[in-house]
């Protein structure tokens, strides 16, 4: 079965950290493109980072120097790490994979706030 499963998220409080994992399962992990998404109420959902097959990151401009996407092969999983946390990065995270087609993760809050 073909599926993404995200752990992590919650309530943080502003300038904390916060880790997300996307553990993938069905497909072939390593040559897939890898990506965070996130979607606040009344908002699109935007990018927030993405990690290649390859390793390569690229990052929007409003987390860049605070936020890390990585990814561990052998284990299936891409993880998020978010650091100096802001009231405006509260939103639904997303997880997705990308080939041919995409696949999305469930989702889960992260909700930044003193």
């Known amino acids: ?35 965070w998404y996130r979607q606040a109420p009344g908002k699109e959902r935007e990018l927030v980072a993405i990690i290649t097959s390859c390793g390569i990151t690229n990052y929007a401009d409003s987390v860049k120097g605070r936020f890390t996407i990585s990814r561990d092969n052998a284990k299936n999983t891409v993880y998020l790490q978010m650091n100096s946390l802001k009231p405006e990065d509260t ?14 993760g469930q989702g889960t809050q992260v909700t930044v706030s003193s």
């Not at 995200?6 to 993938?24: H, N």
């Open 1 to 35: 079965q073909v599926q993404l499963v995200q752990s992590g998220g919650g309530l943080v409080q502003p300038g904390g950290p916060l880790r997300l994992s996307c553990a993938a399962s069905g497909i072939m992990f390593r040559i897939y493109t890898m990506g």
């Open 91 to 104: 939103a639904v995270y997303y997880c997705n994979a990308q080939r041919a087609g995409t696949i999305w």
